[in-house]
């Protein structure tokens, strides 16, 4: 017989691994197109004019700063991102609420953790019973269906 999974807080149900990374490359999507119009134009006037050193300074810079204030950003405004809302899909701490500021900074610290682990920290999410990344035990947060 097989054994059911915990109940997730909030509604009981956890957003898994594969509509966590459609909604993952929804939003990186999203944050390519902000870097484009953000610092696309800076790039190549960068480059045009100061050379290749300054368009990487410049490059880098802001493609760095773009995905963690809308990742951030988004998880302290909304508990969510855009690609996760276009799921129904939901981050909360284990009481079933948004999570802190403090909360969302340390997960954003848990998915550089998990990048930087050979994406391990990702496909946790798929072999864990309450759909948990690394990231998210870090943080103490689950993501659920509305």
């Keep these: ?22 909604a993952y490359i929804i939003d990186g999507i999203l944050i390519s197109i902000l870097g484009y119009i953000i610092g696309g134009s800076n790039v190549v006037s960068y480059t ?11 490059f880098f810079g ?10 951030i ?25 948004n999570m802190t500021p403090g909360a969302a900074v340390i997960r954003y610290i848990g998915y550089i953790l998990s990048a930087i682990i050979l994406f ?6 798929g072999f864990s019973k309450t759909k948990q990344g690394l990231h998210d035990k870090i943080a103490k947060t689950y993501v659920v269906k509305k």
């Design 48 to 58: 045009e004019y100061a050379g290749t050193m300054s368009m990487s300074v410049n």
């Design 120 to 125: 391990i920290g990702y496909f946790m999410i």
């Design 73 to 97: 950003g988004f998880w302290i405004w909304r508990s969510t991102t855009p690609g996760k809302m276009v799921f129904g899909l939901k981050i909360v701490d284990e009481n079933g609420k």
């Design 1 to 22: 017989m097989e054994e059911s999974s915990p109940k997730a807080p909030g509604n009981g149900k956890y957003g898994g691994f594969w509509i966590r990374l459609l």
């Design 62 to 71: 802001w493609y760095t700063l773009i995905p963690i204030v809308y990742t």
